[in-house]
């Protein structure tokens, strides 16, 4: 069945730097649009970044210069470099896969991301 596993979450100090990583299995992970999602507490889920399967990339515009998406293909794999990360920026984080535009099927588990000021 299909897997997606996050991990590199943790706690950072404002201005830091984390990576994010989502192993996928069970999938045709290059057919696949992949996203990072987020929810803080009280807060509604948002994607935070998305990559196409042809390597089209999105963002939200809180995290625009600051967290870069890309993908590995031959790894299926997708990361989310986050850099001046932000109090406002904690939540849990999650990878999610789709065929379709904004229509993701696959979820992971999520892993937490906390910056302290």
């Known amino acids: 069945q299909v897997q997606l596993v996050e991990s590199g979450g943790g706690l950072v100090q404002a201005g830091g730097s984390l990576r994010l990583s989502c192993a996928a299995s069970g999938l045709t992970f290059s057919t696949y649009n992949m996203g990072w999602f987020r929810q803080a507490p009280g807060k509604q889920r948002e994607r935070v970044a998305a990559i196409t399967s042809g390597g089209f990339t999105d963002y939200v515009d809180s995290v625009k210069g600051r967290f870069t998406i890309s993908r590995d293909n031959a790894k299926n794999t997708v990361t989310l470099q986050m850099n001046s990360l932000k109090p406002e920026d904690t939540a849990v984080y999650y990878c999610?896969?789709?065929?379709?535009?904004?229509?993701?099927?696959?979820w992971g588990q999520g892993t937490q991301v906390t910056v302290s000021s």
């Open positions: 999610a896969a789709g065929l379709y535009r904004d229509r993701y099927t696959y």
